[in-house]
């Protein structure tokens, strides 16, 4: 029970009823007394979340139906406080029921009157109820204090109520007093009289009355119009600080358990006294209460004001204070002109001023039918649980947000407004594009008495409300009622002053729309501003704007229809739809604002689409870009930082008559003068000006158009992005940025329009971040010196791609590099000047060089975009240059002895004079460290080579590329730099950081950092060591026996792959059970050395991969060769591997044959004089786990073959759960166990040796993708060098593979939670672990990330709670791990592929789970059975009962339909082969199922994507990278309508699949897969990378190597000549046929076409050099 909840329930129930009304015994049996009714409430221990029991001593009511009437709503309150409202809801039943019943004559006054009378509370303890007199007693017939001048003996009225009592006894005249409001009739009271009743003591005997209680108080202050809230002080008891103050307007009075984190709200008991203007007036711990008088003080509150000077002027009701917002609801039409004012003097009359509003102006938003419908689900939840609230509905149709108030007397007020709205127009199109959504979230009050959804603020909307205000207010239109800030909403709900009359209630409470307080209402586009009228509670509409862009300008229409004529011409957009568009563009002439704003809505999104992802790529977008295409270039920097200096300095500006400038400041300018004279006051109709002569200048078809404004926000320049894309153009945003209050001083400083350096500091500190603003050079912007820097365009700087491209395309222009150089990025650019700053005119600060003029050979092996730090040492001057040294960035060479970054240079100087400098060994000073670190990238800087007459503004142009795909499309213009005998090339290899031995160690686990060397070498015999297969003679007999026929061949055995083959079957060796023990160790060679010959290498494999085997390497005897015998070949292997592996220092042989054992005994009596220890295990003597020590045929097959997990492995798992907790928990600063910031879900916890699978924990203040970099930031500080970072939108994750000493790496995937409660995350998780139950509700609105990532977790824990009483977790474990291996050799489990998941499997096993004793197969007796072999059969004949929308079911859209008929046919034969043994799971049944089937099956043809590379890392790389990515292509492939079968395997080098034999099939591979080949490139352009794909049988098939070229080389026409050729028969001439391929190709497509030459036997070569290079076929 929550005992804190209970006691202020019962608080509240004796502050209302009276403290002897309200008894409580010790069992927790509440009794309430009331004139109507007594009910007993029985409080159970699990109360508020369980039900109260309900009693009624009087046998009338506990036998009515008001019971079940107070159960049914106590269900609907679970969780929350409910007495107080059960009892009212009793007390309103009675008198209903009772009265009806009444006037029938058919009952009984309620049983109270006689049965029970109070036996402490008398009439002369009653007081009476001040608040009653002053009309201000918001409790009613409830209240327990007298509502009579007088105080009456204790006597029922006709109906039993006291309340009616006291209304039949009301007198007929009033005296000079307060009066209750609304009513000429009521009691009135002198303050004489009011003072005296103040002073009434207790009983009899002289006993002092009781206190009034806090609750007492903060009612009286908040119902008592005569209490200034503002002026009262609440001192409360702080749990840690001791009492401390606060205002009382400071805190939520609403109830505890209904109040945000967020918010102040105190337990009452902890109050310790309240203050009146620095004056206590009521003290807790002293027992003294001046508010109303209850220990005898004879003073009250009313006396303390006067005393103090009493309060200013009452406001007058319908304003509000704070930052209350405002509706027009607001503004009750029931007020009355006059409003009675209480004083000492009695009461006057004061007139209100009429100055209060009469109109107001709103946007609608009841066209979205998501707020609609939310709305009305609230306005329904409430009214049904109290159908009084029904008036008080803001009808649907009248939904709306207010934006302003206005007053208007007469007609002519009313034209005036319109006019207003009227020239409002263009700035409401401009300030609020109808593309911007109002979001409506949440649910509040005001006072409690009006219910609003929130509706989010941003500065436009403050913008144009402020704007609108002040257009009305120019007018001479009165704005009351308007307050600040503005708070934007959606009134809902309203207590008029009426209802609350009527239903003597001043409150809304809480409890009604609590379970909508964070509700999400929907969106509403902002269509159109309205002006209405206020009449009750609905909306009189007068006048209304539409929200369009073609308000803005008459231009503007036509330009938008030259658009679409552009999209149409341009084959975006199909002619009659085209026609279509226009026309109803066009009927905005006809004043169709609905059907012309969606039809130019249509466009941009249109024109979005075409630009959206592609602007980055290369080539550009779908509409054309020539050098004469309009551009828009948005300008955003503070007053003086310069944009005016760059757009009059920009080679652009050589020809002005191509270009428009566009600002605000023109307006202010004076032409006949020159003068600036700015107005704050005109600044709207200075952008309106300004947004004007951009339409204008966009119709004149100006080539470059320049917005020069501040910008300081997004919302200041959204319009001309948006008119910009409307108008088909690409608009650029150019920003000069400001680093520091240093900078903005400088800008202060230097701007002409005398802008204050306070005004910028404002500027600076309100400035929106846009991450898609290209930041202006430092050498272009110079802020500390205004000097002209070398030639500079601005089209050059915001489009460099697009104008590289087509220079060189169009105009046939050719470039020439530069240098390649580590270029920093923009802002730390930025930061370096800041911190450096430059002492000369001509500023650089742009980069390190690499190579000068570098070849194309050079530049090959450069990492183009690859990010480095760059470390500065210091930084030195001296009369012509300056320059900071940096260190030598690792892995490369470079031209310049001292590795620098020019900072600037006088004028006329060259930055090369920077070597010069350091040359000299200048003396250094300290770079600040406000500049580290810094960051560049690699690239190169290009020029043009003038082949024609090149454009005067272009001439000096230089390009930047720092990505290889555009290298590749700009490489056949490029000339190729002269060889130069004193420059190397370059290359990118950091070598290792050093680090510690051991990174992590726990219970015997040790954790292994950074890349180790192989240190081990294990060696795994084939036959008779991994498996035993049959020799010679038994051989022939069983292939007879088996076939019927006799063996093929005359001579051999171990050289045929028959001997390999079904009818044969390969069963596990002894050793086998050792290899998973020792591959993947991270300091370990892990190899296979068979005798067998090469030719069956793919036999050979397919067996070790059906077993889960994947060798480092596999070496097979050649055939030159092979009279070596076979000891002699492996003991040379193994010599041969460590020569390439000198620092092997163990050696671990297993073999069977013992000649080899003998060999390997001699070698290593050699070796150890060499320090090398070596091991050898004669596998004959290693014993097979037996069935008998298993617990069934399962256990014992998958201990035999190694896929059980060992002890050692589990511990190995949990040291690197634990390591990657600790380092987590420094991450956040986590003060607890680093344990109880992880949750594991996956296979690992059901006993697999699998990947491990974590969900660690996250506190509020971080996102998914920071969670990844700070993990992987804090791991590779740590040591840790294998770190993969996936950014999936629908789950991003972190992976990672932990190196140990003596075991294999494993694999962990990291996802994380974002825990939204930050004291859940502080606090709670220090003592306890997590719990599901509580995550999932703590779950944040909106964040589907961290909800994937907890159902992992979930699901886990749903399973283990359905298995844990019917099977142990590892024979549970066994049982997938079983099911995992036969789908994976059926070949209906597979990477990469759209078919069944782990998951599925484990939820397929745990629901068969409970049924297992019920549904027994085995013959055996139950002793005997398994429960893993039980639980496998089970599987096996359930599933293949299953029809196709039961899987349908299971696989929930994740798995292709088409799948469904292979999984179902591999299960039928599955359960074919489990009724031929009987239904008994033996040996012989698995063996007999495991037996690979034929793949690719028939009409279908296999699809592998393979890759391996010699560096360990990089392959572990590229197979994370292809884990996360190959699948998406996949589902494009099956998406194209491609039936896909996975492949089953696991190997980490290969991706295989099948798709139908067909050529659509495979043209849809062809397509798809070519993006994937793009992708790769970063890996590709490696040397030590080898990738293939292969459709086909082999990799020698035509098929398959036609596949591989149409992948690389975009030219079918060059693909069909070198097939073409390769399947011609020579010419008939001394010269063999002879094929030369144009020199067009890349140097990756001539790379291609020889690796492809070589596997179809032709002779291949390169010839010629630069441009002229070209590749040459010739038939061997």
Request: proline share 6%.
């Amino acid at each position: 029970m929550e005992t804190g909840n209970l006691d202020e329930e019962v608080a509240s129930l004796q502050a209302i009823f009276g403290l002897n009304s309200v008894i409580v015994s010790k069992n927790n049996v509440l009794t309430l007394v009331t004139e109507e009714l007594r009910i007993t409430f029985s409080i159970p221990s699990g109360y508020p979340n369980s039900l109260p029991a309900i009693a009624f001593p009087e046998a009338v009511l506990e036998k009515s139906e008001l019971k079940s009437v107070l159960l049914d709503e106590a269900r609907l309150r679970l969780g929350g406080p409910m007495l107080y409202q059960l009892v009212q809801l009793a007390q309103d039943w009675v008198r209903e029921h009772f009265s009806a019943q009444a006037d029938k004559g058919t009952t009984t006054p309620p049983p109270i009157k006689d049965s029970y009378t109070p036996s402490k509370q008398t009439t002369s303890s009653q007081k009476i109820c001040h608040f009653f007199l002053r009309g201000k007693c918001k409790f009613g017939a409830k209240c327990h204090n007298l509502h009579s001048k007088s105080a009456p003996k204790m006597q029922s009225s006709a109906n039993g109520s006291l309340h009616s009592e006291m209304m039949a006894r009301q007198p007929a005249q009033q005296t000079s007093s307060d009066t209750v409001e609304g009513d000429e009739d009521s009691v009135v009271l002198s303050e004489q009289d009011a003072q005296e009743s103040a002073k009434v003591t207790g009983s009899a005997g002289g006993k002092k009355p009781s206190m009034k209680t806090a609750t007492n108080v903060i009612h009286r202050i908040l119902w008592d119009e005569q209490l200034p809230s503002k002026h009262f002080t609440v001192g409360y008891l702080d749990r840690f600080l001791g009492i401390l103050e606060k205002p009382f307007k400071a805190f939520s009075w609403e109830d505890l358990s209904t109040v945000g984190y967020d918010v102040l709200a105190i337990p009452k008991h902890r109050i310790q006294y309240f203050k009146y203007k620095g004056v206590i007036v009521w003290d807790k711990r002293s027992q003294f209460d001046n508010v109303f008088g209850s220990r005898g003080t004879g003073k009250t509150i009313l006396d303390i004001i006067a005393e103090l000077g009493g309060e200013d002027k009452v406001a007058v009701e319908g304003t509000h204070e704070g930052n209350e917002g405002s509706s027009d609801s607001d503004f009750d039409p029931e007020d009355n002109d006059e409003v009675r004012i209480p004083s000492k003097m009695g009461i006057y009359k004061a007139k209100i001023d009429k100055n209060r509003p009469t109109h107001f102006i709103y946007i609608p938003v009841c066209q979205s039918k998501d707020i609609v419908s939310k709305v009305k689900e609230l306005q329904d939840h409430i009214t049904e649980r109290d159908p009084r609230f029904v008036d008080g509905k803001l009808p649907l149709d009248n939904l709306h947000v207010s934006v302003g108030y206005v007053r208007l007397e007469t007609e002519s007020d009313c034209q005036k407004a319109t006019s207003v709205l009227n020239s409002l127009q263009p700035h409401f199109a401009s300030i609020l594009p109808s593309n911007i959504d109002l979001h409506v979230k949440g649910v509040d009050t005001f006072r409690d008495q009006l219910i609003f959804a929130k509706v989010d603020n941003f500065p436009a909307l403050i913008k144009f409300v402020r704007l609108l205000l002040q257009r009305f207010e120019a007018a001479g239109i009165p704005t009351p009622g308007n307050h600040s800030p503005y708070v934007p909403h959606v009134t809902l709900l309203r207590l008029r002053r009426g209802m609350m009359r009527e239903m003597n209630q001043s409150v809304i409470e809480s409890w009604l729309y609590q379970p909508f307080k964070d509700a999400t209402f929907g969106n509403q586009a902002i269509q159109a501003l309205c002006i209405g009228e206020m009449a009750d509670f609905y909306v009189r509409y007068r006048h209304s704007i539409t929200n369009s862009p073609l308000t803005i300008s008459p231009q503007v229409l036509p330009l938008v229809c030259t658009t679409v004529d552009c999209l149409a011409s341009n084959g975006m957009c199909p002619a009659d739809t085209a026609e279509e568009v226009k026309s109803a563009i066009l009927s905005f002439q006809n004043g169709d604002l609905s059907k012309s704003s969606k039809a130019v809505e249509y466009v941009h999104k249109l024109i979005m689409k075409s630009f959206s992802g592609k602007r980055k790529k290369f080539p550009v977008d779908s509409l054309p870009f020539t050098l004469d295409t309009p551009i828009v270039v948005v300008l955003r920097g503070l007053p003086g930082s310069g944009k005016s200096w760059i757009v009059s300095n920009c080679a652009e500006m050589r020809t002005p008559d191509k270009m428009a400038v566009c600002s605000a400041d023109k307006y202010f300018t004076n032409v006949e003068t020159e003068s600036y004279e700015f107005s704050s006051d005109l600044l709207p109709l200075a952008h309106q000006q300004c947004l004007a002569q951009f339409v204008h200048a966009i119709a004149e078809h100006k080539p470059l158009v320049v917005i020069d404004n501040t910008n300081v926000q997004e919302w200041e320049y959204r319009i001309y992005k948006y008119l910009s894309t409307l108008f088909g153009l690409r608009c650029y945003l150019l920003e000069v940025p400001c680093l520091s209050e240093e900078m903005v001083h400088l800008y202060a400083v230097r701007n002409q329009h005398n802008v204050t350096f306070e005004a910028e500091l404002r500027m600076f500190k309100n400035w929106e971040k846009d991450d898609s603003a290209i930041l202006v050079p430092p050498s272009v912007a110079n802020p500390y010196h205004n000097s002209v820097p070398y030639s500079f365009s601005l089209r050059e700087i915001c489009c460099q791609d697009q104008l590289l491209f087509q220079l060189v395309k169009d105009r046939g222009y050719s470039v020439s590099i530069v240098f390649s150089g580590l270029f920093l990025l923009p802002e730390y650019r930025w930061n370096l000047l800041s911190a450096v700053k430059p002492l000369h005119p001509t500023v650089y600060t742009e980069h390190i060089t690499l190579v000068y003029k570098p070849t194309l050979a050079q530049i090959g092996g450069l990492m183009l975009g690859q990010q480095l730090d760059i470390v500065p040492i210091g930084w030195a001057s001296d009369q012509r240059v300056q320059a900071v040294e940096v260190e030598k960035p690792s892995g490369f060479t470079l031209t310049s002895r001292h590795t620098h970054i020019t900072i600037s240079t006088e004028r006329g100087v060259s930055p090369k004079y920077s070597n010069d400098l350091l040359l000299s060994r200048p003396q250094l000073q300290n770079v600040p460290e406000s500049a580290m670190p810094l960051k560049g990238r690699v690239g190169l800087l290009l020029t043009l080579t003038q082949l024609g007459e090149v454009d005067d503004q272009l001439k000096d142009s230089t390009f930047h590329i720092f990505d290889e795909s555009k290298l590749q499309a700009i490489l056949p213009y490029i000339q190729d730099n002269p060889a130069s005998s004193n420059v190397q090339g370059t290359s990118i290899n950091p070598a290792p950081c050093s680090a510690p031995e051991i990174l992590f160690q726990q219970s015997g686990a040790s954790i292994l950092p950074g890349l180790q060397k192989i240190t081990k070498l294990f060696v795994f015999d084939f036959d008779g060591t991994l498996f035993h297969t049959p020799g010679p003679a038994d051989g022939r007999m069983e292939y007879e026996k088996l076939t019927g026929k006799k063996w093929p061949h005359e001579r051999g055995w171990l050289i045929w792959p028959e001997s390999l083959l079904p009818p044969f079957r390969i069963h596990p060796g002894p050793a086998l059970q050792y290899f998973h023990t020792h591959c993947g160790q991270a300091d370990a060679l892990t190899v296979v050395i068979t005798g067998r010959i090469q030719k069956l290498e793919d036999t050979v494999t397919k067996v070790l991969h059906n077993h889960n085997i994947f060798p480092d390497k596999c070496f097979f005897k050649d055939t030159p060769i092979q009279k070596e015998s076979t000891s002699s070949y492996k003991v040379r292997i193994v010599q041969e591997l460590l020569t390439q592996n000198p620092s092997i220092d163990c050696i671990k042989v297993f073999d069977d044959l013992d000649d080899v054992l003998l060999a390997f005994s001699d070698l290593a009596v050699s070796l150890a004089r060499n320090g090398v220890a070596v091991d050898i295990v004669d596998s004959k003597i290693l014993e097979l786990p037996r069935d008998d020590e298993a617990r069934g045929a399962v256990e014992a097959l998958l201990k035999q073959t190694g896929l059980l997990p060992s002890q050692s492995h589990g511990l190995a798992a949990t040291a690197g759960i634990n390591l990657i907790a600790s380092l987590w928990s420094q991450c956040v600063h986590f003060a607890g166990p680093p344990t109880h910031l992880v949750l594991q879900f996956g296979s690992h916890p059901l006993g697999r040796s699998s990947d491990v699978d974590l969900c660690l924990l996250a506190p509020p203040f971080v996102s998914h993708f920071e969670c990844i970099d700070l993990l992987s930031r804090q791991m590779q500080a740590a040591g840790s060098v294998y770190i993969h970072k996936g950014y999936s939108s629908r789950c991003p994750k972190l992976k990672v593979m932990l190196q140990f000493k003596d075991q294999p790496s494993i694999n962990y995937d990291v996802i994380f939670y974002i825990v939204s409660n930050e004291e859940y995350f502080k606090n709670d998780l220090l003592k306890t672990t997590p719990n599901i139950s509580t995550l999932k509700s703590l779950l944040k609105a909106g964040d589907s990330i961290s909800k994937t990532a907890l159902t992992g977790p979930i699901f886990l824990h749903h399973v283990l709670n359905k298995i844990e009483k019917h099977i142990a977790i590892q024979e549970f474990g066994m049982a997938v791990e079983m099911v995992v291996w036969y789908l994976r050799v059926s070949r209906q489990k597979g990477n990469g592929c759209s078919c069944i998941r782990t998951f599925h499997i484990v939820q397929i096993l745990a629901d068969l789970v409970p049924r297992m004793s019920e549904e027994r197969l085995q013959v055996n007796p139950p002793s005997t059975v398994s429960k893993t072999d039980n639980l496998f059969s089970l599987f096996i004949v359930r599933t293949s009962t299953l029809d196709k929308h039961k899987w349908l079911q299971l696989f929930n859209d994740r798995v292709p339909a088409s799948y469904i008929a292979p999984l179902q046919e591999s299960l039928d034969r599955a359960r074919a082969v489990l009724a031929a043994y009987d239904d008994v799971v033996s040996r012989e049944f698995l063996y007999s199922l495991l037996e690979p089937s034929l793949y690719p099956p028939q009409g279908y043809v296999g699809v592998c994507i393979s890759y391996n590379s010699q560096e360990k890392k990089l392959a572990w790389e590229l197979d994370s990278f292809l884990e996360g990515r190959v699948s998406a292509y996949i589902y494009k492939i099956i998406s194209k309508g491609v039936s896909v079968l996975p492949g089953g395997n696991g190997n980490p080098g290969s991706i295989c699949f099948a798709v139908k034999d067909e050529k659509s099939s495979t043209d849809a591979v062809h397509d798809v897969l070519k993006s994937l080949w793009t992708e790769l490139a970063h890996y590709r352009k490696h040397p030590s990378v080898h990738f293939q794909l292969i459709i086909g049988s082999s990799p020698t098939s035509l098929d398959c190597i036609r596949g591989t070229l149409l992948t690389g080389i975009s030219d079918y026409n060059i693909v069909e000549q070198i097939m073409t050729f390769a399947t011609s028969v020579k010419l008939q001439s001394k010269e063999p046929g002879v094929l030369r391929l144009p020199s067009s190709l890349t140097s990756y497509e001539r790379m291609l076409i020889h690796d492809c030459a070589e596997r179809l036997g032709l002779d291949h070569l390169s010839s010629g050099d630069g441009k002229n290079r070209h590749v040459i076929l010739k038939h061997k």
